[in-house]
């Protein structure tokens, strides 16, 4: 089944203490993205990727890491984690160069973040 | 810079009622790409349609319609004879080809079609 698999579903956390989100899509998918929805602000880009070895910033990247050393994991890495951090987050991948070729994407199941 | 506007924030209709879900956007950029996205209570987001700049047509699939208006840089979505399973989260988003492949979402309309 082609899916977007994102790992924990939930995670609850303290101050400081590195965590890493997994992201992995079996569709072959150039383009991968991470995603932050918050109450009454909707989705924001955190980072994206078009292919291996290639990311850069969205709209809010601050606090956040990210690495595409294979095609289909696109892993979150929160080195020093911070109550504002606390959210819903959202992977998504999609074929070419993405959105902005009109791609959809595709998404996972989401990883509910709560950081003490 | 690139704008999505939801103003509905949350919008309850009975049953088989239609309801219209408002989505205005702004870019300078000619060739854009505008998409629904919707959000059920379990949480996933699931694809509902896509539309780029120089296509102005409606659609409609099923009790699903869509109107693209560029003259009010509209994309609205609207649900005819609502069901309870309509009840959702709906996204409109907006990708700019210039943009750096960014791709910005509006805050979302919550709606509950309630039986």
């Known amino acids: 089944e082609a899916q977007v698999t994102q790992n924990p579903r939930y995670l609850i956390t303290v101050t400081g203490k590195k965590l890493t989100v997994t992201c992995s899509q079996n569709?072959?998918?150039?383009?991968m993205s991470w995603y932050r929805q918050d109450p009454g602000l909707g989705l924001r880009q955190i980072y994206y990727?078009?292919?291996?070895?290639?990311?850069d910033k969205g709209d809010v990247p601050e606090g956040y890491k990210v690495s595409r050393k294979e095609k289909r994991n696109f892993p979150l890495i929160l080195e020093s984690p911070s109550p504002n951090q606390t959210s819903l987050y959202f992977c998504?991948?999609?074929f070419g160069r993405g959105p902005t070729e009109g791609e959809k994407l595709f998404f996972g199941s989401g990883t509910q973040l709560s950081v003490l | 810079a690139q704008k999505v506007t939801q103003a509905q924030t949350e919008i309850s209709v009975v049953e088989k009622e239609d309801v219209t879900l408002d989505c205005v956007y702004e870019?300078?950029?000619?060739?854009?790409?505008l998409f629904w996205y919707k959000q059920p209570p379990s949480g996933e987001l699931v694809f509902l349609i896509r539309?780029?700049?120089?296509?102005?047509q409606n659609e409609i699939s099923g009790r699903y319609s869509w109107n693209f208006q560029k003259s009010t840089s509209s994309f609205n979505f609207t649900i005819t004879a609502s069901q309870v399973v309509d009840s959702a989260v709906y996204f409109c988003?907006?990708?700019?080809?210039?943009?750096?492949?960014?791709?910005?979402f509006g805050t979302g309309t919550s709606l509950t079609v309630i039986p």
């Open positions: 998504a991948s999609s």
């Open positions: 569709m072959n998918h150039e383009y």
């Open positions: 990727s078009m292919n291996v070895e290639v990311t």
């Open positions: 870019t300078r950029d000619t060739t854009y790409y």
């Open positions: 539309r780029n700049s120089f296509d102005e």
């Open positions: 988003a907006l990708s700019v080809l210039n943009t750096g492949n960014q791709f910005y």
